[in-house]
């Protein structure tokens, strides 16, 4: 047995089951994906009618999340030059989740990247690119891949420079930059995904999802909103396009922002041309994964 397969058991425990759902989610990702994929759809489907099953929503956003990232936020953690180690974040002011909550991350220099089972989910003249843009940041995910993924998802390490780079391309694109957690792989911080509004299983199932229940979403906001200035905007309309949320639509020649649906992402304050959006730490939302601003809030 590889040492990465004998981490999944440690870390686990006695949760064999949990052990076994974490080596499957990452050595038949694609598949795995895939079947998440044509569960969602049926069952909104078949029961989006019946009140009841707003408890299967429910039951499995309580175990995938992702928290949003800023442009920010994600490159302080691919610039630790020491393992991290803020803890549970029993209050669950940054990662309000019932189970995935622990932020700490053990050699954040060993990194690895592999291709996007949703992507590669789609008909090859569909995909999104970069194909390969699912980066694992740390001992507890990056040796799994190396060591199971080579060839499967075409895994390899890279640095931290190159995994900025990668998500520099991917949201040149209008991808998704977010911590993804899972209960199945130990419920931490450390996986680092690059969501594509078009590709992505986890957008899809969430909006799909939130036809049986509004409040639904594996996403929590990253913290952020935007500012918009009036008198520097001229009503382009680029921010409407990029925003994945459909937080801000331009109507009635003004610009109509949803603070609430707003995730932070940034996306729309990257590609307004006329500098009119600004990104700002909102108090009446989460605590942004800023490692500087948590190791004093937490």
Known sequence: MKPSSKDILKRHGWRLDRAVHNFVY????KQYVFVARWLTRITVMLFS???PMKAI??????????????????????SLEKSLDIGVDKNKRVLPFKYANKIFIRNPKLIAVMDCPCALNQKESE??????????????????WLDH???KYHATQITQAEALEI????????????????????????????????CCVELESTRLSQKIDPSVSQYAPSGYSVRH??????????????????????????LVYDIGACMGCELC?????????????????LLPLDIELLKTEL
Not at 26 to 29: A, L, T, V
Not at 57 to 78: C, Q
Not at 269 to 285: G, I, R, S
């Open 26 to 29: 990452f050595y038949f990702h």
């Open 49 to 51: 009618w019946l009140k």
């Open 57 to 78: 929503p429910e039951f499995v956003y309580n175990r995938y999340h992702s928290k949003v990232l800023s442009v920010s936020d994600v490159t302080k953690i691919l």
């Open 127 to 144: 995909r999104c690119h970069p194909v390969k843009k699912c980066i694992a940041v740390g001992q507890d995910f990056a040796p799994i």
């Open 149 to 151: 993924c080579k060839e």
């Open 167 to 198: 998500i520099k391309e991917a949201r040149k694109t209008g991808h998704v930059t977010n911590a993804f957690l899972k209960v199945a792989t130990g419920g931490i911080t450390g996986i680092i995904c690059n969501c594509c509004p078009k």
């Open 229 to 254: 200035d009036p008198a520097a905007c001229t009503l382009c309309g680029a921010c409407e396009a990029v925003c994945p949320f459909d937080a801000i639509k331009i109507t009635d020649d003004r």
């Open 269 to 285: 304050v990257e590609n307004c041309p006329d500098n009119a959006l600004t990104l700002y730490n909102d108090p009446d939302k």
